[in-house]
């Protein structure tokens, strides 16, 4: 399968505890999103990198909260002292540029924080 | 504020029905447009898209979807609803097409199709 994979698909923490997500975009795509979901809403949108530069984050994305791609290939999104509120799914998609492009999404992997 | 509209929040159909979703935007300038669904425990899968060029867009599993710029809207169809499209659908838009960095999603519009 080559489309973005995401793991955990689902992860139970307690609060206070950090927890790390990874995302594998599809392979020849360059730019990299993160999104939030929560039940009954739309996704909202966290940060997103060109290659390895994280190009912008949501003012939702607190200090808590952090996004890397060190090799412009794979992600990871950690949330340190987790609390109840980051309990949602987070989403991770990818696309190609330059040129007409769509965001392709993967599984998502489901928080739940206790 | 850039916002996606979706006017439907629930929408109950029998099979055969008719399926229209709509959708509206607040931004005036050269926008992409999309599409999502949903089915239940599945991931976003891309449904249809407008960039440019055609207003009438069609889509996977006989979807189709219509850019009226003058109404900022981008409504989904369907002429004959069946019980697997049960599932969530999201309007999504790009206002900055050409220079694509982040969707802004509307709330969604859960479908569900009886037999």
């Known amino acids: 399968d080559t489309g973005v994979s995401q793991d955990p698909r689902h992860k139970i923490t307690k609060r206070g505890q950090n927890v790390t997500f990874r995302c594998d975009p599809i392979s020849e795509h360059n730019r990299l999103y993160w999104y939030r979901q929560t039940l009954g809403q739309g996704p909202e949108f966290l940060t997103y990198?060109?290659?390895?530069?994280?190009?912008?984050k949501s003012r939702l994305l607190s200090d808590r909260f952090s996004a890397e791609r060190p090799k412009g290939s794979f992600s990871t999104l950690e949330i340190q002292r987790t609390e109840q509120g980051d309990s949602a799914m987070y989403l991770c998609?990818?696309?190609?540029?330059?040129?007409?492009?769509?965001?392709?999404f993967g599984p998502g992997t489901r928080l739940l924080v206790l | 504020a850039q916002s996606v509209s979706q006017h439907n929040h629930h929408v109950i159909l029998s099979e055969a029905a008719s399926l229209e979703l709509g959708c509206n935007y607040s931004y005036g300038g050269t926008v992409n447009l999309f599409w999502y669904v949903q089915y239940p425990g599945q991931h976003l899968q891309l449904l249809l898209k407008?960039?440019?060029?055609d207003p009438l867009v069609k889509g996977i599993k006989g979807f189709e979807a219509e850019f009226i710029k003058s109404k900022f809207s981008f409504n989904l169809r369907k002429p004959s609803v069946q019980w697997s499209d049960t599932a969530e659908y999201f309007c999504?838009?790009?206002?900055?097409?050409?220079?694509?960095?982040?969707?802004?999603w509307g709330l969604g519009t859960s479908l569900a199709v009886n037999p």
């Open positions: 407008y960039f440019s060029g």
């Open positions: 990198f060109q290659n390895e530069a994280q190009l912008e």
């Open positions: 998609a990818s696309s190609l540029v330059p040129g007409v492009e769509t965001q392709y």
């Open positions: 999504a838009v790009n206002p900055n097409a050409g220079n694509n960095r982040k969707l802004i």
